[in-house]
């Protein structure tokens, strides 16, 4: 059951922000069919993301890393945006939202029609070569072109995700910062917040003055210290009516 009380403070918060921005993690997209890292029966009960999602497992052994990521590239390729990333790109639409910044490297939230996205992690749309540093399109991959290869040196490609041990892009990094810290409100949508740096961007946008409105299926780390309230329940169900309440009360 939603707490209908919350949904109409959410909206409340939302209508009189003068600028906000939705900080989003797996759990935004486990309705699409991607698994988070908790999700049971998911990719990650057979591929531990500390062994897998290591910088330095790639450069110990790129074909093993290639079996998690040929998974990983196959539920992205065909996962379809859910009502969570269609309800957030809606609020951008009507000017109630400024900024995307999101953690996963699924393309949903663009997908879904959403413009201004920050991808803190990366993205699946571009891959490099470690050995000989060239950078590659990988949107016109298909699976079978799997394990992708450097056309030039044919290492094994490595795409654009930021992997455990791996800085941030620092353009992604910077633009998150400043809008954490420019901001009124934020969504911290389907994310454990766990993962730093990303974890500090609502964490920043509190210490600023910001509202935290949380939406999670289960309290995290933020629950209680830095959000100023919970709703708890799936992204999927609880940001349509978000949006369907934003519309009733403007
Ligand atoms: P996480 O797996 O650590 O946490 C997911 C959170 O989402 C949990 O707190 C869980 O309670 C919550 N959740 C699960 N289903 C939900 C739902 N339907 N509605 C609302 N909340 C729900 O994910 P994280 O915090 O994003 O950190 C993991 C790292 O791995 C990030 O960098 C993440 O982007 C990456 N990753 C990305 C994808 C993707 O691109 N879709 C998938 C798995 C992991
Ligand atoms: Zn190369």
Redesign the pocket.
Known sequence: MINQQLIQRAAQDILRSKKTIAF?????????G??????VGGL?ERFD?EEF?HIHAFYADPAKVWLMLKE?FT??MT?KPNP?HIGLAELEQMGLLSTII?????G?HQAAGSKNVIE??GSHRTLSCLKCNTTHDGTSLTIDDLPARCPRCSSLLKPDV?FFGEPIPPKAQSYSFRESNSCSAVLV???????YP??SIPIMAKQRGAMVIE????P?PLTGQISDYLIQ????K?IPAIVEEVKRQR
């Open positions: 989003t993690g797996a759990g935004i997209s486990v309705e699409s991607i698994p988070d890292f908790r999700s990650w993301p999602a990983m539920l992205v996962a969570a999101t953690q996963n490297v699924d949903l803190f992690h930021v949508v389907g994310t454990s917040a766990v993962v990303a974890a939406i999670n299926m289960e995290t329940g799936s992204a999927g609880i």
